[in-house]
């Protein structure tokens, strides 16, 4: 069995900084990418970043410049710094991991975190 639990949201002022954390734990035998959602109250779940295990990254247009994607792939952690944030950043934000969990199988299953609510307000 396999977990992400997500940290880190709160309630912050526009212009503020956050910081959220994802550890991975349990059967897993390798992470291929992790990544960050968010889902607003109302609209669809969207990307907002993601990190291959070699560090290559990918950010939605919306927070490129503001937010930083990296991750500590000994502890299984992906990290989101989240500055200069919005009232338009206010959502749900989620943990997503691409998660082998044996070495006799070479397939690759998505695990979600519980979420963490981020409130910016103006």
């Known amino acids: 069995q396999v977990q992400l639990v997500e940290s880190g949201g709160a309630l912050v002022q526009a212009g503020g900084s956050l910081r959220l954390s994802c550890a991975a734990s349990?059967?897993?035998?390798?992470?291929?990418?992790m990544g960050w959602y968010r889902q607003a109250p109302g609209k669809q779940r969207e990307l907002v970043a993601a990190?291959?295990?070699?560090?290559?990254?990918n950010y939605a247009d919306s927070v490129k410049g503001r937010f930083t994607i990296s991750r500590d792939n000994a502890k299984n952690v992906v990290y989101l710094q989240m500055n200069s944030l919005k009232p338009e950043d206010t959502a749900v934000y989620y943990c997503?991991?691409?998660?082998?969990?044996?070495?006799?199988?070479?397939?690759?299953?998505?695990?979600w975190g519980q979420g963490t609510q981020v409130t910016v307000s103006s």
């Open positions: 990190i291959t295990s070699g560090g290559t990254t």
């Open positions: 997503n991991a691409d998660i082998r969990t044996s070495s006799w199988s070479p397939f690759h299953y998505t695990y």
């Open positions: 349990g059967s897993i035998f390798s992470i291929n990418v």
